[in-house]
């Protein structure tokens, strides 16, 4: 099966519902669908690997980033479109244009045809 690449919006921040720093009246949803939906989520300081394994209650919180160049970052999930950016973890920055970048130039090692 052909994986859809897609393109990624810029990460949100993502906080236990009860940070103080967490954004009033956002939308409560759980640790775990939150990284199934949106795995490049940054994680704020208040989230701890034992509060997202509870599958606690948390928060996102949209950021705004300043306009800026797309940096390649070394994550590149396996259906993006091209590696996430540096800056936001998205794929729509301000400079993208053009054919998107090949992020796994992939050699399936059958298919190598020798020259000899
Ligand atoms: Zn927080
Ligand atoms: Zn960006």
Redesign the pocket.
Known sequence: MMIQRREYDPAWRV??AD?P??PPGAFVTTARAVYEAFPHDRP????TKGYVSRNGAVVREQIHYEPHDWVPSTIVPADAIRALCRTCRGTRCANRGGPPVQVLPQTPSGLIIGRS
């Open positions: 906080h236990a940070c720093d967490a704020h300081r208040c989230l």
